[in-house]
């Protein structure tokens, strides 16, 4: 995973350049494309309590997730709309932690992620996210 400074979202298909965007799926599980997890957020929060609680260190570059974000419950957002940057987005369902993760990292973080491994959404209205965007309610 790489860091980048802004991402362009495209509505109903994704993220521009990213493996999974509909349409032009690539990634290690593009036979299973779905709509409601065209962008995924991740809490910052969530690291540091990986490090507290099993102490295990895991890097924003390292959970996969598209979006690392601050101050924001995330798990509270599934149903809703809300904005990211310029974007409308739609929570559709909390993302779950997979065996891949700790396999490519050598990590066991598994466990240390049920029920926070990240927000999927889908991407009601386009435009681009920067770093340092706000999440804010419609």
């Known amino acids: 995973m790489k860091s980048f400074p802004q991402l362009t979202l495209t509505a109903g298909k994704g993220i521009e350049g990213d493996r999974y965007m509909i349409g032009s799926e690539a990634g290690f599980y593009s036979h299973k494309p779905e709509e409601g997890r065209q962008v995924t957020l991740f809490e910052m929060e969530t690291l540091a309590a990986l490090y507290r609680d099993a102490k295990i260190t895991l890097l924003p570059e390292e959970h996969r997730r598209n979006v690392t974000v601050e101050g924001v419950p995330l798990n509270h957002l599934v149903g809703r709309q809300f904005w990211l940057g310029e974007?409308?987005?739609?929570?559709?369902?909390?993302?779950t932690p997979c065996r891949h993760l700790e396999e490519i990292l050598g990590k066991t973080v598994f466990d240390s992620l049920i029920n926070r491994s990240g927000l999927n959404c889908k991407i009601v209205a386009g435009g681009v996210v920067r770093v340092g965007d706000t999440v804010r309610p419609v």
């Open 87 to 95: 974007t409308l987005l739609e929570a559709t369902r909390l993302s």
